[in-house]
Nanobody, 125 residues
Framework: QVQLQQSEGDSVQAGGSLKLTCSVF????????MAWFHQSPGKDREGVANIDSDGSTNYADSVKGRFTASQDKANNVLYLELNNMQPEDTGIYYCAAAYLTYCSGNIVASDFNYWGRGTLVTIFS
């Protein structure tokens, strides 16, 4: 059983930065894929980034160059650094995990078995 514990929500001025954390508790196999999803109010959950056990990453076009996924394998922590944040980045960010041999470039929610409870991020002008 895997449990994902996410950091608390925050508010950031447009153009600012934020770093989200997701701590992983439980059994993690040697091969996995972890991902971040973003859900705007009234919209479906969309994949923004993923990272596999070798550290390879994929990003949605909308966040390339602004968001960075990373991990601390020794402490089982996943990070998402968000830079130059814009009002459309407002929403709930979820971390997710799956036992996969690699991460697909197409980040879809149905591939993931374990989910955090979400972190609310609000961008203000």
């Amino acid at each position: 059983q895997v449990q994902l514990q996410q950091s608390e929500g925050d508010s950031v001025q447009a153009g600012g930065s934020l770093k989200l954390t997701c701590s992983v508790f439980g059994s993690i196999y040697s091969s996995y894929c972890m991902a971040w999803f973003h859900q705007s109010p009234g919209k479906d959950r969309e994949g923004v980034a993923n990272i596999d056990s070798d550290g390879s990453t994929n990003y949605a076009d909308s966040v390339k160059g602004r968001f960075t996924a990373s991990q601390d394998k020794a402490n089982n922590v996943l990070y998402l650094e968000l830079n130059n944040m814009q009002p459309e980045d407002t929403g709930i960010y979820y971390c997710a995990a799956a036992y996969l041999t690699y991460c697909s470039g197409n980040i879809v929610a149905s591939d993931f078995n374990y989910w955090g409870r979400g972190t609310l991020v609000t961008i203000f002008s």
